[in-house]
């Protein structure tokens, strides 16, 4: 049950706007110091976004954002969705939530000082609760729907790489199947797994979008080696076909359902083509017209991954059409639309329509230019989606 917020809440945490705009991102490391030392609590962390501070700075927007809309919550949904979804992925526990607001009440006394009178204390507990039990609910719907669906299951379940495959120097794919040989959910293209990885010196929880269609009796997730990321390496240099992995349902919302049956452009750069691989092999179930349009960009196309792919879905427009682009432009070979350059945002408003939603994914540097050069354009933000890999930014303001 989610009880509303008391009387003079919301006038209170909104009085600590001014004071969140200026110390919040100082409040938000002070929190995840303390969290960290709670070893089931960091596990769930991406430790390169904590050491970054991209983490931080990502709570300390979405907490700014809670307070200024706390009296009208649901201009916050979008928000809440993908938080939601982030917590479902790494199993985020009823009792934890406790634990975390005190952490950040603790965090809001060390950075405020006197400032942080017991008036602001016990508002900002009650706005945490409420917005607590908000999570709760929808992590418990999600929970129960997705463990009662064909194939589903609920916690973690066992599989086996049953395959591994590079698609390029840099790129490989693992194709996972149950151990107990039962049916698997049928994932919406855009969606990704969550691995609980508790072994050979790691202790973390990674995600990575499922590259197939959905299917009822495997998965692929395709991982890009970074040479910095012990978990992509790891990936890469230590999992081998007939190793186990423990593996959280599938979730996440960066789905075509955020654009109904309107026309579609995706648009990635890098290893930021995965969730989009699910979407154009899975193009022609989809009831819509016209087609969906894919535009990818890679430094150059010798080093593309998927490829064949790619070629495959070029000879069937009407579900998909798509364009490559390579910034260096060599090793073009392939029968498919190429261009020599960056995709810019220009040329992607020239090929959209009124009605046209843009999906985005790929480095921050790429979303960020591209989504901003949309909305100088008079794209509305509505049309314009976009999905990070690692902790989350506003880009639609």
Not at 238 to 253: M, N, S, Y
Not at 255 to 282: D, E, K, Q, Y
Not at 301 to 313: E, G, H, I
Request: aromatic share 8%; net charge neutral.
């Amino acid at each position: 049950m989610i009880t509303p917020l008391k009387s003079g809440t919301a006038g209170i945490v909104k009085a600590t706007i001014p004071a969140l705009e200026a110390h919040g991102v100082e409040i938000t490391k002070t929190m995840y110091g303390a969290l960290m030392r709670d070893p089931a609590i960091a596990a769930m962390f991406n430790q390169t976004d904590q050491a970054n501070g991209r983490q931080p700075h990502a709570l300390a927007a979405a907490v700014l954002a809670y307070a200024r809309h706390i009296e009208h919550p649901e201009r916050l949904e979008a928000a809440l969705s993908l938080i939601t979804e982030r917590h479902v992925a790494v199993m985020v526990k009823p009792e934890q939530y406790p634990v975390v607001g005190r952490a950040l009440l603790g965090a809001i006394k060390t950075v405020l000082g006197d400032a942080a009178t017991p008036e602001i204390i016990d508002a900002w507990a009650d706005a945490y609760r409420f917005l607590a039990d908000v999570l709760i609910d929808r992590e418990a719907r999600i929970y129960a729907e997705r463990a009662a669906l064909p194939g589903g299951w609920r916690e973690w379940r066992t599989f086996r790489v049953a395959s591994k495959t590079k698609e390029s120097n840099a790129v490989a794919s693992f194709w996972l199947v149950p151990v107990d040989g039962k049916p698997v959910l049928r994932h919406e293209p855009g969606q990704f797994l969550t691995f609980r990885l508790d072994r050979d010196g790691l202790s973390t929880r990674r995600s990575y979008s499922i590259s197939s269609a959905p299917d009822s009796s495997a998965y692929r997730i395709s991982v890009k080696r970074d040479p910095l990321g012990k978990v992509s390496r790891w990936f890469h240099d230590v999992l081998k076909e007939g190793d186990a992995l423990d593996v959280a349902p599938p979730a996440g919302d960066f789905t075509l359902a955020r654009s109904g049956t309107s026309p579609v452009i995706l648009v990635s750069a890098g290893i930021g083509i995965t969730p989009f691989m699910s979407m154009i092999l899975a193009a022609g179930d989809r009831k819509s017209s016209p087609a969906i349009r894919l535009v990818h960009g890679d430094h150059d196309f010798a080093r593309m991954a998927f490829k064949s792919t790619f070629v495959d879905a070029a000879t069937k427009p009407e579900a998909c059409r798509i364009d490559l682009f390579s910034s260096s432009g060599e090793g073009n070979n392939l029968p498919v639309p190429s261009h020599k350059g960056h995709i810019s945002a220009q040329w992607i408003f020239d090929q959209m329509g009124a009605d046209t939603h843009v999906f985005v994914c790929g480095p921050r540097g790429f979303q960020r230019d591209l989504i901003g050069g949309l909305r100088q354009l008079g794209v509305p933000g509505a049309q314009l989606h976009h999905e990070f890999f690692g902790s989350d930014e506003p880009l639609l303001g």
